[in-house]
Structure formats: C-alpha cells, structure tokens
C-alpha cells in the first residue's frame, strides 16, 4: 500500500503508485527486503517520478536499483547529487 501526502493536506490515504510517483517531491522508503520489493525502484519507476524527486531510503539495501538510480541522478530525473556524508549514532 502506497500513502500521498500533500502539502496541505488536501489528500491522505490509499494511492495507487504511478500518482504517487507523478505527485511525490519527496520519497521515504520503508520496507523490508523481500522478492516483491527488491530492486523496486528501477529505471522503468525513475522515468515515471516527478522530476527533481528526493528519496530517503531507510529500507534495506536492494530495495533501490544502484544503477538506476545513478542514471535518474546523472539525467536529473532524481534531485541533484548532495554532498554525501555518513553520521553514526552509537548508544552505549
């Protein structure tokens, strides 16, 4: 199941994806890693998001195809490159 969100919150609830790709300026992935997930972010999903789409990935690696996401990157299909940097938090 798939959830838009718009800002204002005009629409909350059940979408199919394809809306949900055309309408999203942000994607936040949480899923688990399973047959029907991996690699579900592809070139075929890239050439239908909105153009200049960010995506927060915090599901498990394989759920992004890695060269398909750099080529939506290098085509600008997917907001630009950020500077990359790694934080870690460690409760001890």
Known sequence: MYHLITTPPLFVGPSPLCRVLQQGDFFSLHMPLLPSTKNMFNDEVFAKIKKGARIINVARGGVIDEAALARALDA??????AHMHACALVHM
């Open 76 to 81: 600008g299909q997917v907001g630009p490159r």
